[in-house]
């Protein structure tokens, strides 16, 4: 057994670690943390001083036993998690479960998996720093309370099974925010000019800009007429040297930034393959807010630069982290060897480390040295100058590796015409008019936040921390709160007058405006949170206050705060606001009066009801039931209105009979469709299904004719293909067979096929150990063993009582329908009691199918 026992957190890291050091290290993983508060209300003891009450998660009994052992049988430990707040906290976990002394246990910290800084780290010991694990409890323990004291206060006044979380909350905020300022956004025109120039030399043509814009066509139309005839000539001619500096190496935030804009990766995603290459040994720590770089990879950077590309693009460079607060970690993300231009693994890996690389590289190389021409355009006719502007590099310096991409906020890139060349020109010298344009352009409205830009947001206002970012959008997605899709946009007319051989032609062109790719849209539900949160919380979702608490965190990590006194001063305000809202507050549905009904003189609504956004028209308390319609998966509750509300109660309709079933359309739980007989055929993404007729609904079915025709034969029955929510299928007398990557799908052959329902014929044989169909409960084959399905609900079998071990499966095979129920009722108690009805409202009468004129 050797000497010394070193846990790290993950077995990829431990894996790495373990070739550095001898044979007297064992290294293990811990897999994460090992405990988590309860999962009940009493994790925390709110009057004992924020006292918790942490449990082993069954599925990390196991780690820890084999971790206990090995503790008690090395001379000493060493607790080896990331060195930021949670692996400071992982630490203290570990000490306090496996039940170490100080006296045997050391805990380590490194920013690379590196041979170096490993032994390094083993040479500078530390013990457990408790104000950083404070500051982790802190935040562990202030998180969990407002979630679980929040959550059941939108199950009341909401909707069930809502939850909200601190930092969440905000974000969500953020977006709904700015989707409010979009939709109430006013574009307004202007009239820009830009003119085509010529030297009179071959190929000497260049643009030329007037700096002011003109409100209206009339303005512009004005310029252009007093350009006929005109003369032009250079006013005047301005050169002077520019540069441009590297940004610095990559902080967390920056890396989820620039991934996004270049490689098109969401945040989580760029994480995911980050902690790979962190751990595998080809990158520094990547939970960082500091761009600092260590003297030795600053040297190292020096020695590669010069040797790849000449001692002329090196330039030492030190960069200092503007925010207060950093201080995870002690170092920006770089790679751990520089000598590496590119590594083996993945696809992803490859391109997130050359990104890292080339950043960090850059960092350390000469600026870029241009020449920039603002050359003057005077006009004879006019006294404003057209202003024509040139730039060339003289020496590319760090762009021969990296240049960072442009914030898609910034309007500036689409106006930039700065990278053009100018020919040679000189002061009174001619120019001849090629062509003058006076084209209508529309203010823009703010940009929807990408994940990328979110996280930018966030970052400002010094909300979260580099390890909560990826966290928080994704929980913000996944709680249906917002959306990451992509939007298609709508056709705008605009003006253009072109002046060309002195004269003026006047055209109206067609443009696509508002397409959206990867952004965040809060949906209907968000807001409806968004805006009850915002009522009835204030600090929870004011943006000060959230960055004053990360700030407090930040106090308690340094020593300067006591973490329990900063818990007591959140939480009893708090704490007060929930009992206040629980009693007084009115139930939040976003509901809007969009008008009266013109057939029925009766109100129109528009709210989130129980099965999502709706429409009402009428009044609950009517003798007459209202009526209900859903929005369309384009439309929210917020920007509807009376016409397109109205229109939704025109479905579904019936069209004409098509090869002699009825044919109808209509919108359900799962979206539009067309209906032909008893077939449901949901309509193409984005088509609005009130515009279907009856040429465009046979074209459907055609369609869907020609995607069902079987494709083969087996055992004398048809096989036909399709794509579902789980990916391509074939289906077989009534089986489903999804279609593994390895099988080209577009061309299955007649071995694929028979291969795939084999498969799946086997596995359904094997599915079932025991099976009680009038009871609905069954013993079955799983991925991950046995397991009961009751309903359904998927129980574990637990342990056999008679002999306290797993069931075996002679065990199973015997096993009887009571003792089944048993260990069913040990997991839902009143699993076979009666049920006791509900009074339950009188659905709404199903609408008429009416005929479409």
């Not at 909707?159 to 709904?176: E, M």
């Not at 990278?419 to 020109?425: D, E, F, G, S, V």
């Not at 939704?648 to 359309?665: C, M, N, R, T, W």
Request: include cysteine; charge should be neutral.
């Amino acid at each position: 057994m050797a000497k010394n026992l070193l846990i790290v957190e993950s077995p990829a890291k431990a894996k790495t670690i373990e070739g550095y050091l001898g044979k007297d290290f064992l290294v293990k993983s811990s897999y994460g943390h090992i405990r988590d508060l309860k999962k009940d209300d009493g994790a925390i003891e709110v009057d004992n001083d924020f006292k918790q009450h942490y449990e082993i998660p069954a599925d990390k009994k196991q780690v820890v036993a084999e971790l206990k052992k090995l503790a008690k049988e090395a001379e000493m430990i060493w607790l080896a998690s990331d060195e930021d707040r949670e692996g400071e906290a992982i630490a203290w976990h570990l000490y306090d479960s496996l039940g170490l002394k100080e006296s045997n246990t050391k805990r380590i910290v490194f920013h690379e998996i590196t041979k170096p800084a490993i032994l390094k780290a083993i040479e500078n010991p530390r013990t457990i720093d408790y104000n950083l694990v404070n500051a982790q409890q802190a935040r562990r323990v202030l998180d969990r309370l407002v979630g679980f004291e929040l959550s059941p206060v939108l199950w009341k006044k909401v909707k069930p099974s809502l939850s909200a979380g601190r930092v969440q909350s905000v974000a969500v905020r953020l977006i709904v925010d700015r989707e409010r300022e979009i939709n109430h956004f006013t574009a307004e025109s202007a009239y820009k000019i830009i003119a085509i120039f010529s030297t009179g030399k071959a190929k000497e043509i260049f643009k030329a800009e007037l700096p002011q814009r003109y409100a209206n066509k009339d303005e512009a139309e004005q310029f252009l007429k007093d350009c006929i005839g005109a003369g032009f000539k250079v006013n005047s001619l301005d050169t002077k040297p520019t540069k441009r500096n590297p940004a610095p190496p990559f902080t967390t935030s920056t890396l989820q930034q620039e991934a996004s804009r270049k490689l098109g990766f969401s945040v989580s995603r760029t994480m995911t393959v980050a902690q790979k290459l962190y751990e595998t040994g080809k990158i520094t720590y990547m939970r960082t807010d500091s761009v600092n770089l260590s003297d030795t990879a600053i040297e190292a950077a020096e020695r590669e630069i010069n040797s790849a590309y000449g001692n002329k693009y090196h330039f030492k460079r030190t960069f200092k982290t503007k925010s207060a607060g950093a201080q995870e970690a002690h170092e920006a993300i770089r790679p751990t060897h520089f000598e590496w231009h590119s590594i083996d693994g993945d696809a992803s890996e490859k391109r997130l480390y050359e990104l890292i690389w080339k950043r960090a590289i850059a960092s350390q190389m000469s600026e870029a040295q241009f020449e920039k021409t603002t050359a003057k355009i005077n006009i004879s006719s006019r006294k404003e100058d057209l202003t024509a502007n040139g730039e060339v590099m003289k020496f590319d310096g760090f762009l021969k590796v990296y240049l960072e991409s442009e914030d898609e906020e910034s309007d500036a890139h689409l106006e930039d015409e700065n990278n053009a060349i100018l020919p040679p020109l000189s002061v009174n010298q001619s120019l001849e008019l090629v062509e003058m344009n006076a084209t209508e352009r529309f203010s823009r409205p703010p940009a929807r936040y990408t994940e990328a830009s979110l996280v930018k947001k966030l970052e400002e206002l010094g909300i979260g921390r580099p390890s909560t970012y990826a966290p928080t959008i994704s929980t913000i997605q996944n709680r249906g709160y917002v959306v990451r899709e992509d939007r298609e946009g709508k056709s705008r007319s605009y003006g253009v007058y072109t002046l060309k051989n002195d004269k003026i032609v006047n055209a109206t062109k067609s443009e696509v405006t508002g397409t959206e790719k990867g952004k965040l849209f809060p949906t209907d539900i968000g807001a409806v949170v968004n805006d009850f949160l915002v009522e009835h919380f204030k600090d929870i979702v004011d943006f000060n206050f959230t960055a004053s608490v990360e700030k407090q965190f930040d106090e308690i990590a340094n020593g300067l705060k006591e973490w329990t006194k900063m818990l007591h001063n959140f939480y009893k305000p708090f704490h007060t606001e929930v009992e206040d809202t629980l009693k007084n507050a009115e139930r939040a549905s976003g509901e809007r009066l969009l008008g009266t009904d013109p057939a029925t003189g009766k109100n129109v609504y528009t709210r989130i009801g129980k099965f999502g956004p709706m429409v009402q028209i009428g009044e609950a308390e009517d003798e007459e039931k209202p009526r209900y319609a859903s929005l369309l998966k384009a439309q929210s509750v917020e920007t509807l209105t009376l016409k397109d509300a109205l229109e939704l109660f025109k479905l579904p309709f019936s069209l004409e009979d098509y090869d002699g079933k009825e044919v109808a359309v209509g919108v359900g739980r799962f979206g539009p469709y067309v209906k032909w007989g008893e077939t449901f055929i949901s309509l193409p993404k984005n088509e609005d299904p009130l515009t279907v007729n009856q040429e465009r609904a046979i074209a459907i079915i055609q369609e869907k004719l020609h995607t069902d025709a079987p494709v083969a034969q087996y055992r004398n029955l048809p096989v036909t293909k399709g794509k579902g929510r789980f990916g391509p299928f074939i289906k077989w007398n009534d089986l489903y067979i999804n279609i593994p990557v390895r099988y080209n799908f577009d061309n299955l052959s007649q071995q694929d096929i028979e291969e795939l329902i084999g498969a799946k014929m086997e596995k359904e044989a094997n599915r079932y150990i025991q099976q009680w169909e009038s009871e609905k409960i069954a013993i079955e084959n799983g991925r991950w063993g046995p397991f009961i399905r009751f309903g359904k609900q998927m129980l574990k079998l637990g342990k056999n009582a008679a002999t306290n071990q797993k069931f075996t499966a002679e065990d199973l095979a015997a096993i009887s329908l009571e003792d089944v129920k048993k260990l069913i009722t040990e997991q839902i108690p009143d699993a076979f009691e009666p049920k006791t009805k509900k009074a339950t409202k009188k659905a709404p009468a199903k609408k008429a199918v009416a005929k479409k004129k």
